[in-house]
């Protein structure tokens, strides 16, 4: 059994950084393709980064060059650096783990955490 738990959000001004960090339970974490979506109000649940077991990376157009994902095996955990953030980005942040990296259709994930706000005030 997996289970994901997502911290490291807050409230923040534009152009400052956060960074979020999921933290894995079970096992093998590191035969997991690891990635965050994130779900702005109003709005359906949006593909942002993703780590594979091979650390290859991907990331959303809109977020690209601003962001960084990595994974620390020894830890469990999967990390999302964000840089310049700006008030768009606001939203609740998922990680979500996988055996494969499936792409951006958040229903072809199985496991996924509560979620961390992440608000960002211009």
């Known amino acids: 059994q997996v289970q994901l738990e997502e911290s490291g959000g807050g409230l923040v001004q534009a152009g400052c950084s956060l960074r979020l960090s999921c933290t894995f339970q079970g096992e093998k974490f590191y035969r997991y393709a690891m990635t965050w979506f994130r779900r702005a109000p109003g709005k359906e649940r949006m593909h942002v980064a993703a780590?594979?077991?091979?650390?290859?990376?991907y990331f959303a157009d809109s977020v690209r060059g601003r962001f960084t994902i990595s994974r620390d095996n020894a830890k469990n955990t999967a990390i999302l650096q964000m840089n310049d953030l700006k008030p768009e980005d606001t939203a609740v942040y998922y990680c979500?783990?996988?055996?494969?990296?499936?792409?951006?259709?958040?229903?072809?994930?199985?496991?996924w955490g509560q979620g961390t706000q992440v608000t960002v005030s211009s």
């Open positions: 780590v594979a077991w091979d650390d290859v990376t």
């Open positions: 979500a783990a996988d055996d494969n990296y499936t792409g951006p259709n958040d229903n072809l994930y199985h496991y």
